[in-house]
């Protein structure tokens, strides 16, 4: 088999029904699909563009007020709407959180110290794509200046890392690795954990789904709400069904509350999240559940 | 060269085409799942850049490989469950980097036809001997590993130049999925032989109808069967045929997966549908409508 460079990343590359390589996650019994809620918490500064389109980036002449302002629904209003659901319904979710976008997150504090829930570094802001790092050393130094950033302003363990925009350069994975960073949520290729291999080391690539996210469905795609939610419940349905056989899976729900957190689109959410919070089978996990379900005895799998 | 005034024939209306297919039925269905592989670093393309994003697009490249780790499996299950097999569009490098899914579409009786080597490598400025090279490798690397001809090609990223389909014939291709006009099968005059145009049906494609037009699930198989519909009723005056192009790094994702489900338990609803595979179709065409049409 010719060898190029995305296949020597992977020791497994199939969730092949009857052909599973890999030890199965050990999620908590009667488990038959584990949501993973992922709420991304982003900064976008006025002036900051990035080089190439990406999803949910200011795309206006300067000075882009509206657009700009309209993010800031997801560090406001969005949020306190998403904190009463996660403590009415009682469930732990992931915060993938921007450093940048910190200054801005002290009424939420207590939210993001909860131990119920996980944080993920999400990078510097939305528009510091990690393919603009001129080389390994620069892009080391902005790692560890997030890292140190999240540590110290919330003073609770960042447990992943989700590189702004999903963007990345050649050295991303090894750079992290060697930053000491334990999994990744950088790749929409699976439902299940795996192991990554960078020359600094291995990482743990845990579940990530972009195409499922409201950025993409709701924000590009243009889908309308309910449409989006009755798809996700429909596939959550899908999982159940499917686990006696292939085994829980992972779905992974990105969300933006500059988004999903607008009150038109909220309400809705705020029922199907209900709902699904009262299926029998489905677990919430977040990146620190997702670990231990993969990493029973601290080592990636 | 395309010549644009003889390749198609002017519709001549419903009756001058054939009026059922074998068993007496009207409507054709096939499957065209894309089975595909994306290069994370290819050779550039002076046409067109294979990713939006500078290498590594690790956020497209990955939803591709999630076709091949988990998609496919939840789409030959729900096949099999249907009990429908149709012609996989394979990219002939799939034969080397996934042959447990290839030989799976193979233990199953799919047929397998050409869609280039990789995803990521373009016919867009090839010349015509690079071209003509390029299918015939495609074409040798799905016959080694299957064992059977490849008679069928859908161009790698519906991408062209002026004698793709020469080139086709050349390889002994005798219908194509590209051109987009009819509901039906279509002749195509080259200057040296005739191919045949099978519909693909673009718009009911799983990439163009959610990706490209924004579609939820739900909407999709609403479309899906709005289209059938219609056509099964025009089907009584000239048999018709619904492809079905999927891509399983998109329904197979659980939050589209279902919607297949609902189109392919609308497909079973019908007795006057023949759920056959892309060569079936060409097969009862050249035989009972052209049989007098000189072909590769």
């Known amino acids: 088999m010719t060898a190029y460079p995305d296949q020597s990343w992977f020791d497994v590359r ?98 993001l110290r909860d131990p119920r829930h996980a944080i ?126 292939a085994g829980p899976r992972v779905l992974t729900l990105p969300v933006h509350p500059w988004i999903i957190g607008a009150p038109h689109r909220f309400r809705p959410f705020a029922q199907a999240l209900r709902a699904w919070a009262q299926t029998p089978g489905v677990e919430f996990v977040n990146v620190r559940s997702l670990l231990a379900a993969a990493e029973p005895d601290g080592r990636p799998a | 060269m395309i010549d644009e005034r003889t390749l198609l ?8 085409e054939p009026g059922t297919w074998p068993g007496g039925k009207t409507l054709a269905f096939w499957l065209a799942p894309n089975i595909e592989y994306y290069e994370i670093d290819p050779a550039p393309n002076l046409v067109r850049a294979p990713w939006p994003r500078p290498c590594p697009d690790l956020q497209n490249w990955s939803w591709r490989d999630y076709g091949n780790r988990v998609g496919v499996w939840r789409c030959l299950e729900l096949f099999d469950r249907h009990g429908l097999k149709g012609s996989v569009s394979l990219n002939s490098a799939m034969c080397r ?23 990521t490598r373009y016919l867009f400025g090839r010349s015509p001997g690079e071209e003509r090279e390029d299918l015939a490798s495609a074409c040798r690397e799905i016959e080694n590993f299957c064992g059977t001809r490849v008679r069928g090609l859908l161009a790698p990223a519906l991408t062209y130049t002026e004698t793709t389909l020469e080139s086709a014939a ?6 194509v999925f590209d051109l987009c006009m009819a509901d039906a099968v279509v002749p195509l005059r080259l200057p040296a032989t005739t191919l045949l145009a099978i519909p693909y049906s673009i718009e009911l494609n799983d990439f163009f109808a959610v990706v490209a037009g924004g579609l939820s699930a739900t909407t999709y198989v609403d479309r899906f069967r709005t289209q059938f519909d219609q056509l099964m009723a025009e089907s009584a005056r000239q048999a018709k045929v619904v492809g079905l192009p999927l891509h399983p790094y998109l329904i197979g994702m659980p939050q589209y997966i279902w919607a297949l489900d609902r189109m392919l338990a609308h497909v079973r609803q019908h007795d006057g549908v023949w759920c056959t595979r892309a060569r079936d179709i060409a097969d009862h065409v050249w035989r009972q409508v052209l049989p007098d049409t000189s072909h590769p």
């Open chain 1, 14 to 111: 199939t969730l092949r029904p009857d052909r599973v390589p890999r030890p199965a996650p050990r999620f908590a019994p009667g488990c038959r699909a584990a949501i993973h809620l992922a709420v991304c918490l982003e900064a976008y500064p006025l002036g900051a563009r990035p080089p190439f389109p990406v999803p949910g980036a200011l795309d206006r002449p300067h000075p882009d007020l509206a657009n700009w302002s309209q993010r800031k629904v997801a560090l406001r209003e969005g949020l306190a709407r998403i904190e009463a659901l996660l403590e009415d319904v009682g469930i732990g979710v992931s915060f993938v959180v921007q450093s940048q976008a910190l200054d801005e997150l002290s009424g939420f504090l207590p939210l």
């Open chain 1, 120 to 245: 993920v570094a999400g990078g510097a802001h939305a528009a510091a794509l990690h393919s603009t790092f001129a080389d390994a050393e620069a892009e080391m130094l902005a790692i560890h200046a997030v890292l140190e950033r999240l540590r110290g302003g919330l003073g609770v363990p960042v447990e992943a890392w989700r590189s702004p925009s999903g963007v990345h350069s050649r050295h991303t994975f090894a750079v992290l690795a060697r930053a000491g960073v334990r999994a990744v949520l950088d790749l929409n290729n699976d439902e299940l954990p795996f192991a990554i291999k960078t020359e600094a080391g291995t990482l743990q690539a845990l579940p990530w789904q972009h195409f499922s996210s409201d950025l993409h469905c709701l924000g590009v795609c243009k889908q309308p709400v309910r449409d989006f939610l009755n798809d996700l419940s429909e596939g959550i349905a899908w999982l159940i069904r499917e686990a006696p056989a």
């Open chain 2, 9 to 16: 024939a002017p519709w001549t209306g419903y009756e001058a």
């Open chain 2, 97 to 119: 980097h996934f042959p447990d899914i290839v030989q799976a579409f193979v233990d199953r009786g799919w047929e397998l036809f050409c869609h280039g080597q990789y995803n």
């Open chain 2, 170 to 175: 050349a390889c002994g291709i005798d219908y």
